[in-house]
């Protein structure tokens, strides 16, 4: 579930938040913001510096992933077929093998002819929109690296649709499969990725990243 639709007034404030967070930005950041007009540069930069939205943090490497999962008290990897998830996020049209999809929708273009719809720029607008434009389903993306984060963490995105529902309601399990892991095991996870090159400072490639790398390593 988006961190936006876990309140209940999440969904009627969205607007509202992330117009602040544009307005505000640039008087907290030393680093280059998005233009204006890059409402799809902005919406990803305010997922990853903890804005709360309908977007949702994938990895598409899987020490990554197990990295974040092993941070929380009940670790669970959650994996996606993306392809197959876009699939069925434009309607699941019978001339298409979704096998045969190779190709992501690109979130800022908007295509100007009749009848064409891009379902990932349809659903990123809707965020600024307040749902006037945007598919049912969630669609996924490949973003814009405006963080060193996105870049560091292989990161890719799902953005929610019209329906807010978490994403396990929303797909069928051939999507979406769910891995738990023994919350018994999660230190020596987190040991044997450190010995992998996996780190707080790897995922994080800042100065918060090496205090907590370092925090890690001498004092653990």
């Not at 969205?14 to 602040?20: C, G, I």
């Not at 995922?203 to 090496?210: H, N, S, T, V």
């Given at each position: 579930m988006p961190s936006l639709y876990r309140t209940s007034t999440g969904s009627a404030r969205?607007?509202?938040?992330?117009?602040?967070f544009c307005a505000r930005a640039a008087a907290f950041s030393q680093?280059?913001?998005?233009d204006r007009k890059k409402t799809d540069q902005w919406l990803f930069l305010a997922q990853h510096v903890g804005l709360a939205t309908r977007l949702l943090d994938w990895s598409e490497g899987a020490l990554i992933a197990l990295f974040f999962a092993?941070?929380?008290?009940?670790?669970?990897?959650?994996?996606l077929h993306p392809l197959h998830l876009n699939y069925h996020a434009g309607g699941a049209p019978p001339t298409v093998d979704p096998n045969s999809l190779r190709e992501f929708p690109l979130p800022w273009f908007n295509p100007r002819a009749a009848g064409v719809v891009n379902i990932a720029n349809q659903n990123m607008r809707g965020a600024w929109e307040q749902d006037r434009v945007g598919v049912d389903l969630p669609v996924a993306v490949h973003p814009t690296y405006?963080?060193?984060r996105l870049r560091a963490q292989h990161a890719c995105f799902t953005v929610h649709g019209?329906?807010?529902d978490s994403l396990h309601v929303l797909v069928p399990d051939s999507i979406l499969k769910r891995y738990v892991i023994d919350p018994t095991c999660r230190l020596a996870i987190r040991r044997e990725l450190a010995?992998?090159?996996?780190?707080e400072s790897v995922?994080?490639?800042?100065?918060?990243?090496?205090a907590r790398d370092l925090r890690d390593r001498f004092l653990t």
């Open positions: 969205e607007n509202q938040l992330l117009e602040t680093d280059a913001l998005p092993s941070r929380e008290n009940e670790p669970i990897v959650w994996m405006v963080h060193s019209k329906r807010k010995v992998l090159g996996v780190t995922a994080y490639p800042d100065l918060d990243g090496l």
